[in-house]
């Protein structure tokens, strides 16, 4: 190789190296949550009780949109996409916007966070789109429970979905995401568990966060500690390999199929390995579910800033000292975040 061909090689390296998503800190981005909707089908009071009332009929972005500031983070490194909300499952041809992403160069995953009550009607478009990872919102195993939780009664909908999910072979483990209230909730531990561990589902206990509007209360709060103990089996802590390098912590029992996990926000930190951003259906872009920092994307859509150009912006942004807390810091602030617009 001649010193030309040698120098533009090394400029070429560089500018790989420089268009990643860093943060002030030094932690390399390369997850995005995409909140599609604030909208919601269910009511569950922890959740619904956030959404920013004088936000909520604002325009929200096109799926051309969407797709452009998706290109645009997976040009800087992201290779993980999941499509959150309010309920995903309410934005039109969510199908075109799995398909879209899922054909980006560097994309390896495409997943969906859903409280499945549409599932059935969209998982076949979803899967043959490229879905491979879910995650499906569930409080309660009993009707009764689920209806006083959700507002709704449609918790068979919702278990027929898991159903379906499970036995379509897309996905490498259907996620269950609850949320633990105790005296609501907490006596379902132990059958919440038992059920995931006899199937090839991974149950996450999640602990109940203080978020806008939320109900809240140190009294219906339950530390992973006491929800462990609550299950009172020999968990054993399964090692993190591959995309599973999130703030869930996973256990298995024995020879069973199923997963425990635990997602423990309140009581844990885990900002040392935090790689993700959310963006909005709104197009605001933010560091930390539990910090109100965010930089506007979607003006740069309207002016028609070229890809390059908003690429550039995302890096800048992200790269700004304060944008990300520290490592170290408590998961948990003062802040509260209305969960239905951040996408959790």
């Known amino acids: 190789m001649n010193n030309r061909n040698a120098a533009l090689s090394a400029k070429t ?23 599609l909707t604030q909208k919601c089908n269910l009511r569950c009071g922890y959740c619904f009780g956030s959404v920013d009332k004088n936000q909520i009929d604002k325009r929200e972005m096109t799926n051309t949109e969407i797709l452009r500031l998706i290109q645009s983070f997976v040009s800087l490194g992201i290779n993980k996409v999941r499509f959150t909300g309010g ?7 969510i199908a075109d916007l799995v398909k879209g992403t899922s054909a980006l160069p560097g994309i390896s995953i495409v997943g969906l966070t859903t409280n499945g009550l549409l599932l059935n009607n969209f998982l076949p478009a979803l899967v043959n789109a490229g879905l491979n990872r879910i995650n499906i919102s569930l409080d309660s195993l009993d009707r009764d429970a689920f209806r006083r939780i959700t507002g709704i009664d449609g918790f068979q909908r ?17 996620k269950i995401n609850t949320v633990v209230m105790r005296g609501i909730n907490d006596s379902e531990i132990p059958r919440f568990a038992e059920w995931a561990l006899s199937h090839r589902i991974d149950i996450r206990f ?3 966060m203080p978020t806008e509007n939320s109900g809240w209360d140190k009294d219906l709060f339950m530390a992973e500690s006491e929800i462990r103990e609550k299950i009172g089996l020999a968990l054993e802590e399964e090692v993190a390999k591959g995309d599973n390098n999130g ?11 199923g997963r425990v996990s635990f997602i423990s926000a309140a009581s844990r930190s885990f900002c ?18 539990f910090q109100n920092n965010r930089a506007g994307l979607k003006k740069l859509l309207e002016i028609a800033a070229t890809g390059d150009d908003i690429s ?5 942004v992200i790269a700004r000292p304060g944008f990300r807390r520290p490592p170290g810091e408590v998961s948990i602030t003062e802040y509260e975040p209305y969960m239905q617009a951040v996408g959790g």
């Open 158 to 174: 919702v278990l027929t979905g898991i159903e379906n999910a499970e036995n379509s072979g897309a996905f490498p483990w259907v």
């Open 87 to 93: 309920e995903p499952l309410l934005r039109r041809a």
């Open 247 to 257: 703030p869930a912590r996973r256990f298995r029992f024995r020879d069973y199929p």
């Open 272 to 289: 040392n390995q935090c790689n993700r951003l959310r963006l909005t259906s709104r197009g605001d872009v933010f560091g930390c579910l």
């Open 206 to 208: 999640i602990e109940f």
């Open 312 to 316: 550039e912006h995302i890096v800048k």
């Open 13 to 35: 390296s560089d500018i790989k190296q420089t268009r990643r998503l860093v943060d002030f800190c030094g932690r390399t981005i390369t997850y995005l949550r995409v909140s």
